[in-house]
């Protein structure tokens, strides 16, 4: 799983840290994620109201990126609340792939 981490002008967050978050909070598909992209941006600049946003980007081998968005107050509470819709999103839509695989005949066809 190979991590990629961009952050606007005004964001300042800790790479390492930001990249454990990742690993640790995606580790459940690790062996099917092939890259993630994180991209942290200042939503507001100055003015009141959540202020950072992580836009999360995954491949999945096979399977077309998926991306989620979340926004907060802090860069750290972004990429959680992205690495929390990511992990659903992944679940359902693995879980489908694999109850499709799983559900297959001999011929290939669904049963």
């Known amino acids: 799983m190979h991590i990629e981490i961009s952050t606007g002008t005004r964001v300042f967050v800790d790479v390492s840290g930001v990249t454990a978050k990742l690993e640790s909070g995606l580790s459940r598909y690790r062996s099917r994620l092939t890259r993630v992209e994180a991209h942290l941006s200042d939503v507001n600049g100055p003015k009141g ?19 989620v968005m979340s926004d907060a107050d802090t860069p750290d509470e972004a990429v959680k609340g992205a690495v929390e819709k990511m992990n659903r999103l992944l679940k359902s839509s693995l879980g489908r792939l694999d109850d499709a695989n799983r559900h297959a005949s001999a011929s290939g066809l669904p049963t």
């Open 49 to 67: 109201g959540p202020d950072a946003r992580c836009t999360l980007e995954v491949r999945a081998a096979g399977l077309h990126p998926v991306a």
